[in-house]
């Protein structure tokens, strides 16, 4: 069975360009959440999508942003890219209503 | 508001040994769960145990074992056997439905290199 996938591994930006990335769930999962992990820290709670809504937001400002797609899938847009953006952004999905969160290997974003 | 807490930044155990990751949390919550996961440098976070706070037994999956201390807010990780391929960050997190749905709370982790 195919674990969490997330596309592109590697991205190269500069300052105030738009980026989009990708996260196939686990079969059968609905819910997908987005992580941001800067060098060093903890992963800190970006978006949770269930059923193609919108459940829950962290403390991130309106430029990051995302949606579900009836497959499941999901999209993370940040528009007008900071250079503090740059970090590991990680991909999970769940069963709703089911506890553990399963991880992709994560999209590494570097702003220039 | 939801809190975790890993003091270790970094930590060494010797092949075969067993080792024991600190993790507290802080949640006014009386229903919550705890997980750990480990990290290797690959980036990808890997589930490794689950404890739910209603839960009257320690968890425990194979070599790794959770130490589960409600009144202390602690949940320490134990791992039997230290293997080579342990090394990795590890990392605490916890959910708490009623506050947060499914958000994860996560701990900032710890190195854990395992010496041959």
């Known amino acids: 069975e195919a674990g969490v996938t997330q596309s592109p591994t590697h991205l190269i930006k500069t300052r105030g360009q738009q980026v989009t990335l990708r996260c196939s769930p686990i079969?059968?999962?609905?819910?997908v959440y987005w992580y941001q992990q800067a060098l060093g820290l903890g992963l800190q709670f970006l978006l949770w999508?269930?059923?193609?809504?919108?459940?829950n937001r962290g403390n991130f400002p309106p430029r990051f942003s995302g949606r579900q797609f009836p497959n499941y899938s999901s999209e993370l847009n940040v528009n007008a890219l900071e250079l503090e953006d740059s970090a590991l952004y990680l991909c999970?999905?769940?069963?709703?209503?089911?506890?553990?969160?399963?991880f992709g290997a994560g999209t590494r974003l570097s702003v220039l | 508001a939801q809190k975790i807490t890993q003091t270790q930044p970094g930590m060494f155990v010797q092949e075969k040994e067993a080792v024991t990751l600190d993790c507290t949390y802080d949640?006014?919550?009386?229903?919550?769960?705890l997980f750990w996961y480990k990290q290797p440098s690959s980036g990808e976070m890997i589930f490794l145990i689950y404890?739910?706070?209603?839960?009257?037994q320690n968890a425990t999956e194979g070599r790794y074992s959770l130490n589960f201390q409600k009144a202390r807010k602690s949940a320490n990780l134990v791992i039997s056997a230290s293997q080579l391929g342990d090394s990795a960050m590890y990392f605490c997190?916890?959910?708490?439905?009623?506050?947060?749905?499914?958000?994860?709370?996560f701990g900032t982790g710890t190195s854990l290199t395992v010496i041959p």
């Open positions: 999970a999905s769940s069963l709703t209503g089911k506890n553990i969160q399963y």
């Open positions: 404890q739910g706070s209603y839960d009257q």
């Open positions: 079969s059968g999962h609905t819910s």
């Open positions: 949640t006014s919550d009386p229903s919550y769960g």
């Open positions: 999508y269930d059923e193609g809504e919108e459940r």
């Open positions: 997190a916890m959910r708490v439905p009623r506050q947060s749905g499914n958000q994860f709370y």
